[in-house]
């Protein structure tokens, strides 16, 4: 799905001829794809099929054997750089969420501007993930643990999460889900869709 007033000529990401192997075992075969800007694209396969590994190769988990190119936003980069930038928030199958801490503190495993201090900045820190919450149509008690909150809830933490390691702004930037929905009831669904929409 593709918001035609976002699209511009020069595409959000592009990968040509990306390839990856564990083992003996094939996995990605020169990969190709093209995002444009305020598209939303989802990738279809059966399991095995190479779309988490693509999806970790981007975010740095796994290094590709082989990658003819690849852009973002028209400046060419390495996968390297794509995992540890900026450009692209990651939200795994798993969620990333600790189990036993809050959701402010959850936020701050991902946020770098706290975690390079000293001290925490905490009075700074919730004002930052509140705003963050509200701004998406939001509304859960910063210290409450993940623990007690139900999937679809831990899922929209780590979308909101994710976005907020982008600096909030969707402008440019990607926003990618591994699968997020195979657990979550159809209100949760309709949800995830409806936070997704307002990124875009």
């Not at 020169?30 to 990738?43: D, P």
């Not at 001290?119 to 910063?142: E, H, N, Y």
């Not at 909150?149 to 999460?161: F, G, H, K, P, Y």
């Amino acid at each position: 799905m593709i918001d035609a007033a976002r699209v511009t000529s020069v595409p959000a990401l592009r990968i040509e001829g990306m390839s990856k192997s564990f083992g003996s075992a094939l996995v990605l075969d020169g990969v190709s794809l093209e995002l444009a800007r305020g598209e939303i694209l989802g990738l279809l396969g059966h399991n095995g099929s190479g779309k988490s590994t693509l999806i970790k190769c981007l975010a740095g988990f796994h290094r590709p054997d082989h990658i003819g190119r690849i852009e973002l936003n028209g400046a060419p980069t390495t996968a390297d750089a794509v995992g540890t930038g900026r450009r692209i928030g990651f939200v795994h199958q798993d969620l990333g969420l600790v189990n036993g801490l809050t959701i402010l503190e959850n936020f701050l495993l991902t946020h770098r501007q706290a975690l390079s201090g000293v001290t925490i900045p905490w009075k700074q820190l919730r004002a930052s993930v509140g705003a963050a919450l509200r701004r998406f149509g939001l509304d859960f008690p910063l210290d409450a643990s993940v623990d007690g909150l139900s999937q679809a809830d831990r899922c929209l933490i780590a979308v909101v999460r994710a976005v907020e390691t982008l600096g909030g702004q969707a402008e440019g930037q990607i926003l990618v889900l591994d699968e997020p929905t195979p657990f979550l009831p159809a209100a949760g669904v309709a949800k995830l869709f409806a936070l997704m929409r307002s990124f875009t």
